[in-house]
């Protein structure tokens, strides 16, 4: 166990903790906690009840339904699970309760450890504008904005102008880039500010905005700091956020790129200052703002708690920052002083997400991981996942698979690295960023660590060029199929295909037929040898042999040979990973042409882009929209999206309502032209 002080456990011995969370961060925990000789309470939701931290933890507890307000966030019910099973102290990992005063407060009430900073500190750092006083204060510097308390729609509009557009709109409660928004000029600035608000309200209930100047060009700099009980306090050097989507993180490294020794310096005192500002204890994140002209650094916020990206800043010090939480929280001193700590290589971490990049939108994705073979960890390499195949990634929860931390001796060699543990994370199932992230890897201005939280914006097209899908591509698929199909029908096992999927007829010519995106293909396959055909693709004849030997698809097309991964999934799903390249073509039935989706009926309706719950609709039938008019919102992963009119017309009929699941692309609202017949029909 832990022997320490605590303000209100004198020399008590830890023993048992109850982690306050799920998925990766609860494994992470649980892990560390059982290293040390502590043993681990898990709590779950009904949607989490064969999840892995579930099963890994000693003791595990149902909080309530899948909705997290109702479960994780359900603080009455946690307190009756730490009192049910004994356990002396709470971790809350990130998210969720982590960053809730009154629930670290109701802990220390009743006689229980809370793994993270004292209430007081939580309440300082929390709110946006309350912090940004106590930074000036700290001589921290400061982005200049507007964080006072009048909220109205005049002043707010009247701040903004003086500030200057473009404005950086933020929620005072805000974390993960929920209820953050960008204004690029007067004419938008009310808009953003109302989605900011309804996003909060929904993520923090609390509705109250900051404004800041958005610095144009700018990197994501953050500082982990720790702290004891004794009055000590340590930097333990920066990470490099900048490579961000929708506002969340992606790419994180350690240590920043390109920074002198006496600006690391600064930052890191700047850090420990802010921490002692508001006397912290435990691990906490100083985030800055970093111009890229001047280098200049600002405060932007302080994560009271342990950050996702944590692994890199242990890469680089050797440090177990969780083994620290659960010392100080026990009352130990910090185990190491500002001197003893030093950077040793560099480290660089990639968010795997269930989510769809195609064209930038990074739409969250769910549904089950039918495929899962992460990529063999080791010294240098490093998987944190709370999933397995077979495991469900839910709309009720962020949508991380896992996070991939590699190690290199400088950040050439970690990034190597890293693009070669990307090309070995293989997924099926769902959408993921994986050949983004790897293509990121693999981006030149990345390389040359050229970096800004632009990066994704100014790179997409580069990264992603419109490419037509190959012939030989096509052909790998057809064989995947044509194999998969063969060794089904000679009895042989594989473990991806369950169920019994119509069988192709075993003639010496056949048409497979496939979907690749929204195209089409018949491909005509006359069986020359057993293992070889010839196949035409469009006009072209290829000469295509090979094999299947488990996962391992060995292809020769004219005469090139290919190896790869192929899995066929239960859905029928064709999955090809080639280096970083993840292909995946659908096996198209007769009996499921005519369930195709119609794109001029499309075209006539406001349809939901993910799975998810709709929150608002603001029109009725009858009523004309012009294109690009929000119509209504939906909440999908914990953030808001808001629908929109894809083009002018009158409201015919809306077929959902507000607090319904919708699937991706279900009809929310139908559209007819103007002037058109109104249906007047709404939703049961």
Partial sequence: GVLGTNNNMASKQLTKILIANRGEIACRVINTARQMGIKSVAVYSDADKNSQHVKL??????????????????????????????????????????EKADF????????????????PAILAMGPKDESKRIMEAANVPCVPGYHDVDQSDDVLMENAKKIGFPIMIKAVSGGGGRGMRISESESDFLEQVKSARIESKKAFDDDRLILEKYIKRSRHVEVQVFADMHGNCVYLFERDCSVQRRHQKIIEEAPAPGLSDELRRELGEAGVRAAKAVDYVGAGTVEFIMDC????????EMNTRLQVEHPVTEFITGQD??????????????????????????????????????????????GVLKYLKPPKTNEHVRVDSGVVQGDEV??????????????????????GRLRVALKDYKVAGLKTNIEFVGAIAANETFKAADVST??????????????????????????????????????????????????????????VRLRHDNDEFDVKVQTVAPGSYKMTVGDQVLDVSGSLDADKLRCVVDGKSVVSYGVETDDGGLHIYNSNKHGHFEQIEPEFLSASVDESIQSDAVVAKMNGSLTTVTVKPGDEVKTGQAIGTMDSMKME??????????????SATPGMQVNQDQVIVALVPEGGQEGGQDAA
């Fill in 57 to 98: 933890a000693d003791e595990a507890y149902n909080v309530g339904p899948p909705p997290s307000a109702e479960s994780y966030l359900n603080i009455d019910k946690i307190l009756e699970v730490v009192h049910k099973s004994g356990a002396q102290a709470v971790h809350p990992g990130y998210g969720f309760l982590s």
């Fill in 104 to 119: 670290a407060e109701r802990l220390n009430h009743e006689g229980i450890i809370f793994i993270g900073p004292p209430p």
């Fill in 293 to 300: 002209e001047d280098d200049k650094f600002y405060f932007m």
């Fill in 321 to 366: 920052l969780v083994s620290w939480q659960l010392k100080i929280a026990a009352g130990a001193e910090l185990p190491v002083t500002q001197e003893d700590l030093k950077i040793n290589g560099h480290s660089f971490e990639a968010r795997i997400y269930a989510e769809d990049t195609a064209g930038g939108d990074f739409l969250p994705d769910s």
């Fill in 394 to 415: 839910s709309t009720y929860y962020d949508s991380m698979i896992a996070k991939l931390i590699v190690w290199g001796p400088d950040r050439e060699q970690a990034l």
């Fill in 454 to 511: 632009a990066f994704i914006s100014e790179q997409y097209d580069t990264m992603f060029p419109d490419e037509d899908v190959s012939p030989e591509s096509i052909a790998q698929a057809t064989l995947l199929s044509v194999l998969s199909k063969n060794a089904s029908h000679d009895g042989a096992t594989n473990p991806w295909l369950s169920g019994s999927r119509q069988r192709l007829n075993m003639k010496s010519v056949q048409t």
């Fill in 641 to 654: 999206w808001i629908l929109r009119s894809p083009r002018d017309g009158v409201v015919d009929y809306i």
